[in-house]
């Protein structure tokens, strides 16, 4: 069985200092000379420079002969895509969603996009059995009528938008639905300004919905943590509650996908 990394067990420093040196070259958005790279890391020139010579020979940093510059080769994309594509997403972040059923004591769910719907791909169960139905894992949703489909909206370039309605349309659910593009554009800039989503009967009567969104290192929505419940529940002290905490679970759940503030 494996072990976890002790807390008390020393660190590799050489390691330390080398991951130091990819994440600031990383954030150096031209081609810079050593001088300038030391600087900006707080580092000898020396050891840098030692640094930069196997990171050069391992293929993750070349130089520009003409110039001296140092810059980041693609093979750190290569190792991005390889992590992306083998991340274990729902794993990771089913613990989020049990974070907020356990604060919340209400259902709560992690989706993600396919095909321009909404597809729950984890639950964890409140008290109200009822919603059980319509949140079972596998369950597509609609996307402009759902708070987790809203925050996905946020991706989508005034194009996609158009494509949107095209191809899903605005189909009424419940007389609160939101049933033109440019309504529902008016709701997509509520929703890049407040940070969270929610679903007000819109998909469902009598049940609403508040969601975050999960970032990842573009910046972009990649899934959503929600919070359903009958609306009767939910009174203005307990919706503000919840978002205060979806918000802190939208942050960390972010992080682990690479994102940065």
Sequence with gaps: ??????????KNQSLGKALHILEGLSKIETPAR????????????????????TFIDFGYVG????????YLT???????????????????????????????NESASLCIEQ???????ATEEGPNHMLQTLRRIG????????????????????????????VCGFPRF?????????????????????????????CEEGVQCIAVPVRNFENLVV????????????????????IACLKDISVKASREMGWEA
Excluded at 41 to 49: A, N, Y
Excluded at 63 to 70: E, G, K, V
Excluded at 115 to 121: A, F, P, S, T
Excluded at 223 to 242: N, T, Y
């Design 1 to 10: 069985m494996e072990k976890q990394i002790s807390a008390g067990i020393k």
């Design 34 to 53: 050593l001088q300038d790279i030391a600087k900006s890391l707080k580092m000898p020139q020396s050891t840098l420079l030692r640094f930069l010579g």
């Design 63 to 70: 130089q520009d002969l003409s110039t001296s510059c140092y």
């Design 74 to 104: 693609m093979k750190l994309a290569e190792l991005g895509l390889r992590a992306r594509n083998s991340f274990p997403f729902q794993s990771s972040l089913i613990k989020y969603v049990k974070q907020a059923a356990a604060f919340s």
């Design 115 to 121: 095909n321009m719907q909404m597809v729950y791909i």
């Design 139 to 166: 369950h597509v949703a609609p996307m402009h009528a759902t708070g987790v489909g809203k925050l996905h909206l946020l991706n989508y370039s005034d194009d996609k938008l158009l494509e949107f309605k095209r």
């Design 174 to 202: 419940t007389k609160h639905t939101i049933t033109s593009l440019s309504a529902l554009k008016k709701e997509l800039a509520s929703v890049r300004k407040s940070g969270y989503a929610m679903d007000n009967e819109e």
């Design 223 to 242: 899934a959503g943590i929600s919070i359903s419940a009958p609306a009767i529940r939910l009174d203005e002290k307990k919706i503000e509650d919840i």
